[in-house]
């Protein structure tokens, strides 16, 4: 079961530079999402989506692209990276779970710096 | 001040002991609470959801207050494989917009 898969794990960055963070999940879930964690920060939503074609901004959207043009891919652009982007990124699926509560299931991560 | 708050860590304890968590959040549309565990900067995973009734899941027991906006986590007989970093989790309603407490931190000693 594959589940999210993210990719890069790794990646350094110069300041200036663009690139996409990769996710796809074979899980057939309407919501996905990206966050970034910092040290002592907890994760905070950067982006969201509810289905395809369907995004919305999260706590720290600045600097971030995202789009959703299947169910299964939701990639994160850096359009110029900047130091202060780095940190641990998480991609995330989820489902409702009842309630209007949703179980997510993450990605392994990608670690960033920018230099 | 951060919609979802913990309890500031680290918290270390022996083995065998019990340990309770705490966490707020400040707003009051918030739907679905959710205790979620992360290893090592790993990717969080799931520990328990959260319900008005309070659950259990072995050593684990949650609870939730709506009232007070409050909710609690308890560990039982703390293992070394407790060890970890305990996030509070707050869903403000579908989407799978999840908000996190910035974690506490676990460790449990011989």
């Known amino acids: 079961n594959a589940g999210v898969t993210q990719t890069p794990k790794f990646q350094v960055l110069k300041t200036g530079q663009s690139m996409t963070l990769q996710c796809a999940q074979d899980?057939?879930?309407?919501?996905m999402s990206w966050y970034r964690q910092d040290p002592g920060m907890g994760l905070r939503l950067i982006h969201y989506?509810?289905?395809?074609?369907?995004?919305d901004q999260g706590e720290v959207p600045n600097g971030y692209n995202v789009s959703r043009s299947t169910t299964e891919d939701f990639p994160l652009r850096l359009l110029s990276a900047a130091p202060s982007q780095t940190s641990v990124y998480f991609c995330?699926?989820?489902?409702?779970?009842?309630?209007?509560?949703?179980?997510?299931?993450f990605g392994q991560g990608t670690r960033l710096t920018v230099v | 001040r951060k919609e979802v708050e913990q309890d500031p860590g680290p918290f270390n304890v022996p083995e065998g002991a019990t340990v309770a968590f705490n966490c707020t959040y400040s707003?009051?549309?918030?739907?679905?609470f959710f205790w979620y565990r992360q290893d090592c900067r790993k990717e969080p995973k799931l520990l328990m959801s959260v319900y008005s009734s309070g659950n259990e899941d072995g050593r684990f027991t949650a609870q939730l207050n709506r009232a007070s906006q409050y909710i609690s986590l308890l560990i039982r007989d703390s293992k070394l494989s407790d060890s970890a970093t305990y996030l509070c989790v707050v869903n403000r309603g579908g989407g799978g917009k999840l908000i996190f407490g910035q974690g506490t931190e676990l460790s449990v000693k011989p």
């Open positions: 989506s509810v289905g395809a074609g369907i995004t």
């Open positions: 995330a699926s989820s489902y409702p779970l009842g309630q209007g509560g949703a179980e997510a299931f």
């Open positions: 707003n009051s549309a918030s739907q679905s």
């Open positions: 899980m057939n879930h309407e919501y």
